[in-house]
């Protein structure tokens, strides 16, 4: 006689859970569709696998005291049972009708209608009419009816007992699998939509099933559930978000066939799973024992600041060490041996190292990607990324994922975003996978390298925030540059370094000029993290925060005798003019020197530039030994001007002379020259900066100490100089002009960098130069009080410039305080700032308003990784004299625009992809404003080419003319960049 459980389950294996919308299963032969059932216990089992193979220890333990109560083989299973939970709204009728009501071709709709008859004969119970059923997302489903089939007695779920809050904060966190965690008027809506009278017994059929399946008693779920840590909740999303996807990978799980038994699928889902959790690399980072000589032979003995942070790092438990030095002093190969050494310690599956730009991103990649070849053992192989969204349009990314086509695996789809790897010959081999190009994939990569945004999105409501924030918290992160963010970005770094001290993760901090006022905050909030109070002195070096909060500090310290002494002279000029400047430096190196001038925007840096090109054969100089880099050039031509920069001023081979240094050279850029690029100049110019920013940019002076014979004699000595614009009064102008207040004279370097910083900067620096002009720093003895000076108390002044102190200080605290705020109301942190309660998990809800992370979402509430400017993606194209479209001005390279599958034609598809974001800039979007701003986008001519649909496309000329677009409207010249006409 059949149960009534066994009749049940007979009509639940026809709830369909996916379709074949892809045609795989099709062309293997499988069903059309798979059913619902069977994808849940996919997901089962490879949440177990993940258990076992990738999460780090410490993520373990916070979910063993989350849904474990202190047992972990309990925890692993109430873990795997509620993560196949996450899509059990889809057994309902707005999700199943969806196949046949839904899109879909005509085939698609009768293979769903037989689906329906079959299931209603079944007794699946269905409604009467599906097309109008009511409707509510299938994860919100999820979380109003899991709570009471998993036992919770409160009257909300039909009881009378007390509500069980951990039954319920599970059911909220499994409504968030699509990427938003719903607040609590969305999870009631969705009550309507699968009524426990209708559908009970087929969602209570559902969970007896896997929990049978994972070996659960569901009356022990009570008992343990109680997911109130904070790290524990996010954690635990991470886990379904990347048990989900990887189970909902058609090339490792396949379709089921309803009529084969339950018990053969969940067989089929633990070989599968497994199969697919080690294709993926999804493993922690097994980091063995290694002497610094081995990881760096061509260093063999630390420096003495690097000694340092060797034995201040602690031997057990995660820490925070912030490292500061010197640009130049070796700071990063520090951090690669903390991060070794912290992942042998803590089990970490990774690292990821944030940096302020792409390019810095792009240069550090190949320093990891070294690290990578010598660390890991022979035959290990991991995924690395480069995290931004130009990564395709570099050589590294196709080359890594070359490594892994070659290592045997299958090349799949090389989807539209962001990441990649690097291949090695040594012992280890780095690649990447083309699984982690997929929105939001990269950073659960073991190895990553990228922007800061990564960090500064995780704890913003944006989309996947749990899976950013997650992934994060399994590995090492690396802060680079930590000087180089605005207070908005400070301000998110801090949730976000809160949320890593809370989950268990390492965090290695690197400036060269970092104020103490962020340190103090890095500090505190890692500790507030930790739960943790504490003291700090202030003093700078290495400061090491282990995991019971304990502060220790040791080099480089500016007293002590073995510190490197770092000597810059910043020479204070008044600027006179571009084509003075310019003439000054051709006739300065006309007989030899590598002379460097840095500009705050793009248009001085180009106005100079242009000068020097038209000053340039009369002094004697030829059009090649004058170079332009910026922002605004396309990604084609300014990685090609990145390379050869590194090729020609880089370091040499082991430690020589780069034989290919020029004895001339003279460059104009923007910020972008001193951000990680290793070059090393004899000379440098720059415009009036924050003293920090001045320092940073000096360690592109006299860099490599292999030079300094060689360099001409008049640029022996390591010299700054620094210009600014005098007013009548003769104090520097660094707001920009203001008719309402009367101020129309001014410089737009004030909307960059703010006015109270420069002038702050300059009176300092005027305070302590000699008769001729010239300041002499020695860091790191100046450099405390250099940063302080500017960046901590009020400056005191005589006259006029206390004036333009008290005046631009005051617009600089309003607007510190303006950011503060917006930086407030978008962070989710792990506890209340007063009484330090665990945050509910409704205080997570997100939404669409937040967008997904720099894209899209309310303006004012949209979760952003920076406050710049808002900018739109433009693809700049060449139309040739007969029509033909290429990527280049001479018309060497034709323009692919045809349809391209990463599916049928993946070689093709994936030279495409790179080749069209060779040739993406974004532009302003104040470009567009005002009574001479361009016509919208959205108004550009469309192009019939399948490449170029939903994009924002701009033809020009060989000259760089616009001729489509915005016609007219802008130039593009390959050396120069875009402008407005």
């Known amino acids: ?78 873990v795997m049972l509620l993560a196949a939970l996450h899509d059990l709204g889809k057994a309902s009728d707005c999700f199943l009708g969806q196949w046949q009501h839904g899109r879909g071709n005509l085939q698609s709709k009768l293979l769903a209608k037989a689906w329906e008859e079959q299931a209603r004969t079944a007794g699946l119970p269905l409604g009467d009419d599906l097309a109008r059923a009511f409707y509510a997302r299938h994860e919100h489903i999820t979380a109003v009816a899991l709570p009471q089939l998993l036992g919770c007695p409160c009257p909300e779920c039909g009881g009378t007992g007390e509500r069980h809050a951990g039954l319920h904060d599970a059911g909220v966190l499994l409504g968030g699998h699509h990427g938003h965690i719903p607040n609590p008027e969305t999870v009631e809506r969705a009550r309507g939509a699968a009524p426990a009278a209708q559908w009970g017994d087929v969602h209570a059929a559902i969970v007896q099933t896997v929990a049978d399946a994972v070996g659960l008693d569901l009356g022990t779920l009570v008992q343990v559930v109680d997911p109130v840590r ?14 989900d996807w990887v189970a909902s990978d058609t090339e490792f799980f396949r379709f089921r066939v309803h009529t084969t038994p339950v018990t053969d699928w969940w067989q089929a889902s ?47 438990g995660q820490a925070m060490i912030v490292v500061e030095s010197d640009t130049g002093s070796g700071k990063t190969r520090l951090a690669l041996w903390m991060a070794h050494h912290l992942a042998r310690t803590c089990g970490y599956s990774g690292l ?27 035959g290990d192989v991991r995924d690395m990324a480069l995290v931004h969204g130009t990564a395709q349009a570099t050589d590294l990314v196709h080359q890594l994922v070359d490594a892994h086509q070659t290592h045997g695996d299958a090349l799949t789809d090389l989807t539209s975003a962001v990441e990649t790897a690097t291949c090695t010959d040594g012992s280890g081999l780095a690649v990447l996978d083309p699984w982690y190009l997929r929105r939001c994939l990269a950073l659960v990569a073991g190895f990553g390298v990228g922007t800061v945004d990564q960090i500064a999105l995780a704890p913003q409501g944006s989309r996947h925030w749990a899976l950013r924030l997650g992934a994060l918290m399994c590995k090492v992160v690396i802060i680079d540059e930590a000087h180089a963010y605005e207070l908005f970005q400070q301000n998110l770094l801090s949730a976000a370094v809160e949320w890593l001290a809370e989950g268990g993760a390492s965090l290695v901090v690197l400036s060269a000029t970092l104020p103490r006022s962020i340190r103090d905050e890095l500090t505190a909030a890692w500790r507030r993290g930790l739960g943790a109070t504490g003291d700090d002195d202030g003093s700078q070096g290495i400061t090491v925060v282990d995991h019971h909060g304990r502060l220790r500090r040791g080099g480089p310290l500016a007293e002590n005798p073995e510190t490197p002494k770092l000597l810059t002279d910043i020479q204070l ?30 248009d001085p840096c180009r106005s100079r530039y242009r000068e020097a090109v038209r000053l340039a054969r009369a002094s004697g100089w030829q059009p090649d030994e004058i170079l332009i880099l910026h922002g605004m050039l396309l990604p084609r031509h300014r990685l090609l001007l990145e390379a050869r920069l590194a090729n020609i001023l880089g370091p040499g081979t082991e430690g020589k002379r780069n034989p290919n240094r020029p004895n001339r050279l003279l460059v104009f850029a923007t910020g972008v020259i001193e951000q990680s690029l290793d070059l090393d100049f004899d000379h440098g110019v720059t415009d009036l900066c924050p003293i920090d920013v001045a320092v940073q940019f000096r360690g592109r002076i006299h860099r490599h100490a292999v030079n ?227 016509p919208p986008a959205t108004d550009w001519p469309k192009h019939p080419q399948p490449a170029l649909r939903n994009k924002h496309v701009i033809l020009v000329a060989p000259d760089g003319t616009c001729l489509s677009g915005p016609a007219g409207r802008l130039r593009y010249d390959h050396t120069t960049g875009i402008e407005r006409t």
């Open 708 to 934: 300094n014979p060689h360099r001409p004699s008049w640029c022996r000595t390591a010299r700054l100089t620094m210009l600014w614009q005098p007013d009548p009064d003769g104090l520097p102008i660094v707001e920009p002009p203001d008719f309402d207040a009367g101020r129309p004279i001014g410089t737009y370097d004030g909307l960059v960098y703010a006015p109270y910083v420069l002038a702050a900067s300059w009176h300092i620096l005027t305070q302590r130069r000699d008769r001729d002009g010239t300041v002499r720093l020695q860091t790191p003895r100046d450099s405390a009080w250099a940063l302080e000076s500017v960046y901590g108390a009020p400056l005191q002044a005589a006259g006029a410039v206390q004036g333009l102190l008290d005046r631009t200080r005051a617009a600089y605290l309003d607007a510190l305080a303006d950011e503060a705020l917006q930086a407030e109301a978008r962070i989710f942190r792990p506890y209340t700032r007063r009484r330090r309660t665990p945050v509910a998990t409704y205080d997570l809800a997100s939404g669409y308003a937040q967008g997904d992370g720099d894209n899209g979402g309310v303006t004012g509430i949209a979760a952003v990784s920076r406050l710049g400017e808002e900018s739109v993606d433009c693809l700049i194209l060449y139309q040739q004299p007969d029509a033909t479209i290429t990527y280049d001005h001479e018309g060497l390279l034709k323009a692919d625009l045809g349809q391209r599958s990463p599916s049928r034609d993946v070689i093709a598809y994936r030279r495409q992809q790179k080749d069209l974001l060779a040739n993406t800039l974004a532009i302003p979007t104040r470009w567009f404003n005002g009574r001479r701003g361009l």
């Open 573 to 602: 000029s008044k600027d006179s003019g571009d084509r003075n400047l310019v003439a000054a430096l051709l006739d300065r190196a006309r007989s030899g020197g590598c002379v460097v001038v840095r500009s705050t925007r793009v």
């Open 270 to 316: 633990v070989q599968e799973a497994n199969q697919a959790v080690r294709v993926r690399r999804l493993a922690r980072w097994q980091a063995r024992p290694m002497t610094w000589a081995q990881m760096w032979p061509d260093t063999p003995l630390p420096r003495t600041f690097q000694a340092a942070g060797m034995r201040l790092v602690p031997t057990e």
């Open 1 to 78: 006689m059949v149960s009534r459980f066994e009749q049940l389950l007979r009509a639940v294996v026809l709830a369909w859970g996916k379709t074949d919308q892809s045609g795989d299963s099709a062309r293997r032969g499988d069903p059309a569709w798979t059913p619902l059932l069977a994808h849940l216990l996919d997901v089962a089992a490879t949440a177990g696998v993940l258990w076992d193979r990738h999460l780090p220890p410490h993520i373990c333990r916070r979910l063993t005291e989350a849904f474990g109560a202190g047992n972990e083989a309990t925890a692993r299973q109430v």
């Open 352 to 378: 990821y190292m944030a940096l302020p730009t792409r390019a810095a991103g792009n240069q550090v990649a190949k320093e990891l990607r070294k690290f990578l070849q010598t660390v890991l053992a022979p």
């Open 230 to 243: 904070p790290s524990a909740r996010v954690a635990f999303l991470y886990l379904v978000y990347l048990a």
